[in-house]
């Protein structure tokens, strides 16, 4: 046991971590005939697997396919993807080889001569240890080394690994251990990779856990100390018994909790901004942290739910199906990455339990380390701001520049005078003091700049004049902060039917460790005791509850332990003072049909504060009638209003025998006045709310739900209440087909605003999913039409230098000015040459849309007339499939909507992504006169703060398979192609392209390991339009593959000769180039894999490449891979 468990903290520790293709590795060309594709025999690793599209030559993205590893079973749409590149790992023979206690061989066959059987030499099983042996297992470790005579040395280091089992009889484990360099995608961006992860080590048996790595921390037995949050430590748990048990957590927090909050605008499902605590903007949500409450009621994530969300930028989409308006309140709370100081967590409780009582203890510590910050580096200074601003946090703010050496790489600013005020200016002179300089947000017009443009570097700001702009150059400091929380609570239960709760919290909440000021508010406590009791009999179950609870004024807690719209309830503006609240309910149950509870509430907040609320719940149901209520009334007063708050929600429904009705009626009326006065505050509204609907079906598999909702609303204007809008609202939501052959569903939802002070809104959002084989599958159409409403943002971002090979971008200085512009970013050819990554920017722009999605395909399958004769016969050796899909995104207007998918050439279009593709085959999957035309055109159009960039592309391709001999295959494609680009403001961007290509290939088989290619690819290319370059390009080269059980070997070389005739160092040449130089280009590469054990593979990759006018450049890396 403890060999194994060396071994497996071993791994933890390990730093040697980077990706190998070993000899487990496969890459497969799949035509996709069927929706479920068998890509091996045994199960094969999550851990590199990749699908590509083999036209697009782009990988898929996982939600378009599902796969099931154990099984190798893979599910894809057949009707999108014609022919793929699956690339994945198999597990190494050790795994999937079937192992026996003894050779079968040695078995005999009963006689009467098998008494003395014996042999003379004796079979002794050697004392052999087996890593992590009895273990469950999968995953991998790597290390490797990159360099080059173009780069620095770049190590890689991969660790992933799974495994669950016994390590003993009585102690198991699990454990998921991932440490890699994080995959950044080209748009992407991330912080730290525990940001997304979960990592963690655990030992278990039925008495305690040991549990190291990602912990979901959370406790749910208090009323006052509940929470949940996502941390990094360790957790010990412990039961003495059956009555009594212990947990214990020290931690590093992976995230600061936050509450976000906003009103839904009518029509737009989003993107919306999430701002954290401060309003930043630059946040980075911890996944899975997020709950998302809309008018107090929870609703899920999800492609097919409620919403999705980009953690990345922090945004949150509303789904067609889940329509926005500007009734909703929306909330949102969640965590998000905080790297201020170094925080800790503690976490403590401890619990006895038996039949008649319980008691438990629980502790909670959060600090920061003052002296360990993170992502700011305090000066004297600072520090004394700190001191001296107390729980303050207006005062915790600091001028932001500082003089600094010019650099033309650095956005930096001169000081000057406007009037009697410096200020700071953009400037790209290095004559005089320049200072580098941070700005913040502050608010609408709360500051004095605004953003002026976003370039390569970064964004510039410009001075607008005071309270004019939302952003000044200061700094707000974060004071490290603790909050301490102890909370006891018990529960006595005399009898079955009584039991009495109490709980007692103290809470030490010091919001700044460097200053004393204020810290005689830190420490606070709140209480809170129930009694509870219970009157049964055969038909009736009635129970009564009397609560009291105590909260002291600025008692603090970890999150929210109130109900999400507390505050609303009970018209709270501003909490000041302690609170005392004082509750009663009796409930009316039977146990078959009917439920009545009411509630009294009596709350006050010192002498700012006192209310009374009602509360009146009821769920009926007899036969086929359900019926729902919740009605609640609130009278309060307070030292600056008071107010009468009405609300009611019903619900009835009836069943008949295939269909049922239904009718809601909600209302709500809320009346605030001033003091003493008989004016109404500009809070107090009104509403009135009918919705009919009818349904048939079962509301599950084939159903059909229409109906309809008037709602309208009252507010303030003159000191009464006046109608302010009036909503109509139709929605249709079936599923009308669901079988083997057809599948067919509907939503729609129409509404109508007519506002009485502002412009009148209309706004739809709808769905149509049509699914339909035909003749056997001889035909197959896939439809979805959906039209929604939303934003688009002008995106902002910028380029970030990385280790060589990191990246995905290079920087071309074209006009030779050593300033990095927005245009002289390309894609990099060489992986040697990408040392810049390309990172997104919050989102603070955003224009009204109105969206329209469109996805078509139609497959004609023939192959099945394969064994008929006659023209079907010739029929099926043909097979088509086409695929259309558009996306486009026009400027919202006051009227009308935008139906036609088709209709893209206006003046509105903000974004679009149009494709047409269509493949035409002959003898598909054969290797005998194989034929397949394929025809494509795309449109894409995106909104930059740069300005608008519209793209556009066109093929026809022509591809020929023939096997000649045993030993001998054919192959040639032929291409005409041609591709536009029209940028708004970098014109020297813009260029119309047309290519016309040849690339025939002759490969040698000499058995089933070798094979040798010889391929020649002549390229002609010619700039219309924009500019008069052209290209002529003659590539000549080999290719020698050998592949066996131990070792894969791959050699390419080839000579490229590059007559360009037209400007140099510009986009568009590196562009036609494809990052080659003019004249001959050598370039060579080399992949060799070697198994060195079943459980060890080494490989090495060397690629070299040589023109005319610049040194010959090498790049190599070699890694070692460990296969569990």
């Not at 035909?779 to 970030?800: C, H, M, P």
């Not at 040798?1012 to 020698?1040: A, H, I, M, R, W």
Request: aromatic share 14%; glycine share 6%.
């Amino acid at each position: 046991m403890l060999n194994k468990i060396c071994c497996v903290f071993i791994l933890v520790i390990i730093n040697s971590h980077a990706r190998s293709i070993s000899e487990e590795f496969r890459s497969k060309e799949i035509f996709v005939v069927n929706d479920t594709i068998q890509i091996d025999s045994i199960s094969i690793q999550k851990e590199g697997f990749k699908i590509l599209d083999q036209g697009k030559k782009e990988v898929i993205p996982k939600s378009e396919y599902k796969i099931d590893f154990t099984t190798s079973h893979l599910i894809i749409d057949k009707t999108k993807y014609r022919k793929i590149i699956i690339e994945y790992y198999r597990y190494p023979d050790f795994l999937t080889k079937t192992y026996v206690p003894f050779d079968k061989g040695l078995i005999v066959a009963n006689s009467q001569c098998t008494g003395k059987l014996y042999s003379e030499t004796t079979n002794k099983k050697n004392n052999e240890f087996i890593f992590l042996d009895g273990l469950q297992t999968s995953g991998f470790i790597t290390r490797g080394v990159t360099t080059g005579n173009n780069q620095n040395a770049v190590t890689n280091a991969t660790l992933d690994l799974t495994l669950s089992g016994k390590l003993s009889d009585k102690v198991g484990i699990r454990a998921n251990i991932f440490d890699t360099n994080f995959p950044l995608q080209q748009e992407g961006y991330s912080q730290n990779i525990t940001d997304f992860d979960r990592i963690f080590i655990e030992l278990y048996n039925k008495n305690w856990n040991i549990r190291g790595g990602d912990l979901n921390l959370s406790n749910k037995s208090t009323y006052f100390l509940n929470f949940e949050k996502q941390v990094s430590g360790l957790e010990v748990g412990a039961k003495y018994g059956k009555d009594l048990n212990a947990k214990f957590s020290g931690a590093i927090v992976r995230g600061r909790f936050s509450v976000f909050d906003f009103v839904g605008s009518e029509g737009n499902q989003g993107p919306y901004k999430i701002y954290g605590t401060n309003n930043e903007s630059a946040i980075i949500m911890v996944e899975g942290s997020e709950r998302v409450f809309v008018n107090g009621v929870v609703i899920e994530k999800g492609e097919n739910k409620d919403y999705i969300i980009d953690y990345n930028l922090a945004e949150i989409k509303f789904n067609t199906t889940y329509p926005i308006t500007n009734d909703m309140r929306i909330r949102i709370e969640f965590q998000y990455a905080d790297r201020n100081y170094t925080r800790f967590i503690t976490y403590g409780k401890t619990e006895y339990k038996n039949t008649s009582f319980s008691v438990a203890g629980f502790f909670y510590n959060e600090n920061d380390v003052k002296n360990q910050p993170v992502q700011q580096n305090l000066t004297d200074t600072q520090k004394e701001i700190l001191t001296n601003a107390g729980n303050n946090s207006d005062k915790m703010t600091v001028q932001s520049a500082f003089i600094d050496e010019f650099s033309i790489n650095k956005i930096q600013y001169k000081k000057i005078l406007r009037g009697t005020k410096e200020i700071f200016e953009y400037t790209t002179d290095d004559g005089g003091e320049v200072y580098t300089v941070t700005f913040t947000n502050v608010g609408e017009n709360k500051g004095d700049y605004r953003v002026n443009e976003t370039i390569a570097l970064g964004t510039i700001y410009k001075y607008v004049g005071e309270n004019l702009g939302d952003f000044n150059p200061v700094v707000k400091l974060s004071a490290p902060t603790k909050l301490q929380i102890l909370a006891l609570n018990s529960t006595f239960k005399p009898s079955e039917k009584i039991q009495l709760s109490t709980e007692l919290a103290i809470s030490d909440n010091d919001q700044n460790l460097f200053s004393v000021i204020d810290d005689q508010e830190n420490k606070k406590i709140a209480t809170k005791v129930k009694w509870e009791q219970q009157i049964v009999n055969k038909t009736w179950n009635i129970s009564g509850k009397l609560n009291y609870k105590f909260i002291q004024d600025k008692f603090q807690t970890v999150q929210r332990f109130q109900t999400v719209e507390f505050n609303r309830d009970w018209n709270l503006e501003n909490r000041i003072g302690n609170q005392s609240e004082l509750g009663a309910s009796i409930i009316f149950n039977n146990k078959k049909r009917i439920k009545i509870a009411y509630d009294f509430q009596y709350l006050t907040f010192s002498n700012n504060f006192s209310g009374y609320r009602q509360v009146i719940e009821a769920k009926i149901k007899k036969e086929k009638v359900d019926f729902w209520l919740n009605a609640s009334q609130l009278s309060n007063m307070s030292t600056l209003r008071d107010g009468s708050f009405y609300k009611v929600k019903s619900k009835i429904k009836r069943s008949f025998n295939r269909s049922w009705a239904g009718l809601a009626v909600n209302f709500e009326s809320n009346q605030r006045k001033l003091s003493g006065t008989n004016y109404f505050d500009s809070l107090s509204h009104r509403f009135n709310e009918v919705e009919e609907v009818y349904g048939i079906g079962d509301s599950v598999k084939v159903f059909a739900k229409i109906g309809f909702n008037y709602r309208t609303n009252d507010s303030i204007k003159s000191n009464v209440f006046k109608q302010i809008n009036k909503r109509k609202t139709f929605y249709l939501k079936t599923k009308l087909i669901q079988n083997k052959r057809t599948n067919l569903s509907v939503y729609a939802n129409f509404r109508m605003t007519d506002n009485e002070f502002e412009k009148n809104e209309i706004a739809l959002n709808s769905r149509v999913i049509y699914n339909q084989h035909f003749f056997k599958n001889f035909l197959t159409l896939e439809t979805l039409y959906e039209t929604t409403s939303g934003n688009l943002a002008r995106q902002d971002f910028v380029y970030i230098e990385t280790e060589p090979g990191q990246g995905y971008y290079i920087w071309n200085d074209y006009n030779k000015d050593g300033k990095q512009q927005f245009d002289e970013f390309e894609v990099a050819q060489f992986q040697d040459q990408a040392i810049y990554l390309r990172v997104a920017l919050p989102n603070i722009r955003f224009i009204p849309t109105q969206c329209l999605n469109y996805k078509q395909s139609i497959t004609l399958n023939p192959q099945r007339w394969e064994v008929s004769k006659g023209i079907r016969k010739l029929i099926s050796h043909f097979f088509n499939n086409g695929y259309f899909s558009i996306n486009n995104e026009q400027e919202k207007k006051e009227k009308g909507f935008w139906w036609n998918p088709y209709k893209i050439k206006t003046s509105n279009l903000l974004s679009l992504s149009y494709s047409v593709r269509n493949n035409f085959y002959y003898n598909r999957n054969l290797q005998r006169y194989s034929w397949v035309y394929t025809y494509g055109k795309s449109k894409n159009k995106q909104q930059f703060s740069v300005g608008s960039q519209e793209s556009t592309s066109l093929i026809h391709q022509l591809n020929f398979q023939h096997k000649l001999t045993l030993f001998c295959a054919f192959e040639t494609q032929g291409v005409y192609s041609e591709s536009r680009l029209q940028t708004e403001n970098l014109v020297n961007r813009n260029y119309h392209i047309k290519t016309k290509e040849i690339r025939p290939k002759l490969t040698f088989f000499y058995n089933k390991d070798h094979k040798l290619s010889f391929f020649y690819n002549f390229k002609k290319k010619e700039n219309f339009d924009y500019g008069t370059e052209k290209l002529e390009l003659q590539k000549l080269g080999l290719s020698y593959f050998l592949f066996s059980s131990k070792n894969q070997l791959k050699i390419d070389v080839a000579i490229s000769s590059n007559k360009f005739s037209g400007k140099i160092n510009t986009p568009v040449s590196y562009q036609m180039l494809e990052g080659l130089q003019v004249g001959n280009n050598y370039t060579w590469n080399l992949f060799w894999n070697q198994k060195l054990t079943s459980m060890l593979n080494l490989s090495l990759n060397y690629f070299g490449r040589k023109s005319q006018e610049i040194n010959t450049i090498h790049s190599g890396a070699v890694q070692l891979k460990a296969i569990f």
